[in-house]
């Protein structure tokens, strides 16, 4: 563990709490197409869900993190279409690097639903590997 400064918060990994779950389900993977004429644009659409349990009998703060695609394209852009972003917020946040992250506080007992979709959208002339 790196030295930290006393008085100052710091992250560190503990183990795994039997009591506390965060399952990730791809719910769907759908291909759709926009324009009507010349350009058309081609969106994989991408479904998942976190459900998140708190199986203790105490509340809990609970950070879930998941990372959106990056392109290295300029044709080739990823949309987050759930949650809604405007701007970071005490629940959420998106860094640069696309990396999204609900900060939670689960009740005992508690059980959550957290949506997430994106979107990949690129012309119909690019290719998209790794999807």
Request: hydrophobic share 40%; glycine share 6%.
């Amino acid at each position: 563990m790196d030295l930290v400064p006393a008085g100052q918060e710091f992250v560190t990994f503990l183990g795994v709490d039997q009591a506390v779950k965060v399952e990730r389900r791809v719910l769907a993977r759908r291909e759709e197409v926009t324009g009507v004429f010349g350009k058309k644009t081609h969106r994989t659409v991408h479904d998942q869900l976190f459900k998140v349990t708190n199986g203790k009998r105490a509340d809990i703060d609970l950070t879930v993190g998941d990372q959106l695609p990056l392109s290295n394209h300029d044709a080739i852009k990823v949309v987050l279409e759930e949650p809604r972003y405007e701007k970071d917020t005490d629940a959420l946040k998106l860094n640069e690097q696309k990396f999204l992250e609900w900060r939670l506080r689960l009740g005992a007992g508690d059980k959550l639903d957290l949506p997430f979709r994106f979107a990949v959208e690129r012309p119909e002339d690019v290719i998209v590997v790794g999807q």
